[in-house]
């Protein structure tokens, strides 16, 4: 038996049921008085029961496989020939880790394209190495601007010093 696709009634008319958001598409028992799909007519979308459920053996499998959650390196050891392994919730550094030891081992990965995860990390490197040099430049150019305006002030005679001297020239003639 096909796998049936249970949502709720008219999800496809209205973008709160679904339409268009997938985290929207959900399934929700039809309870109404006059709603067709209940009563379970034809040409309806059919209603969850008990008949659809896969069976036991084929249950959380994929391709026949059993799904290992791997959070670090050393669970790679775990998958076998019977087995598909599923990276958890790991962080960037340590999802690439696992990734290169997977290909070394010659694991396929389920939920993660390896190519595609190395050149994102790669992206994210030069964008900070890129956002480094920039702060870089900016701090030395303020630091060019506090010399010389140092370098300014230095030259410019204190207004006091510039009282003393016409005092002082004032006695002398």
């Not at 059919?46 to 659809?52: A, E």
């Not at 960037?92 to 990734?99: L, Q």
């Amino acid at each position: 038996m096909t796998k049936a696709k249970f949502l709720q009634r008219d999800w496809t008319r209205f973008s709160r049921l679904g339409r268009r958001k997938k985290s929207k598409q959900k399934w929700r028992r039809p309870t109404g008085r006059d709603n067709k799909m209940r009563e379970k007519r034809r040409g309806y979308p059919v209603v969850v029961s008990i008949g659809y459920r896969k069976k036991a053996i084929d249950r959380n499998k994929v391709d026949g496989k059993e799904i290992v959650m791997i959070f670090n390196v050393s669970d790679l050891t775990k998958v076998g020939k019977n087995n598909v392994a599923h990276i958890g919730k790991v962080g960037a550094k340590k999802k690439s880790e696992i990734a290169k030891k997977a290909i070394e081992m010659k694991i396929n990965l389920l939920n993660v394209n390896e190519n595609k995860l190395f050149k994102t990390i790669e992206k994210k490197k030069k964008k900070a190495q890129e956002k480094k040099s920039l702060e870089k430049k900016s701090l030395e150019k303020k630091e060019k601007k506090e010399k010389k305006t140092r370098e300014v002030k230095a030259d410019k005679p204190i207004k006091e010093d510039k009282k003393i001297e016409e005092e002082t020239k004032e006695k002398v003639e």
